[in-house]
């Protein structure tokens, strides 16, 4: 069964990676958006981490994009990607938004 959820909830960033979202279920990401209501330009990153590992260049999914004052970006990176449980999205960007909906994949006993 699939249970549309908001996995983040609007969190405005900070200057250092933290954890936005950690996995329950199986989730698929269905839209992120970086939203920049600062009077400058962010760099922003986001990180896709499996269960156990750290931020690094190699689960790096969005490296230094520069978000403009005022702007908000879509992250068509994150679009389709999918967490297995205990899996984790890091981010930071310093006061920027970061907010994301997808899909829970949860077995509802019937299958």
Known sequence: MLEPV???PG???TGTAATYYTAVYKTIIQSMDLVNTTGA???CTV???ARGDTAAARNTTISASSVAA???YLCPEMVGMVLEPGDFIQAFGNGVTIMASGLWVVDDGDN
């Open 6 to 8: 908001q996995i983040i």
């Open 11 to 13: 969190s405005v960033m």
């Open 41 to 43: 330009a962010v760099s």
């Open 47 to 49: 990180y896709r981490i």
């Open 70 to 72: 005022g702007a908000t």
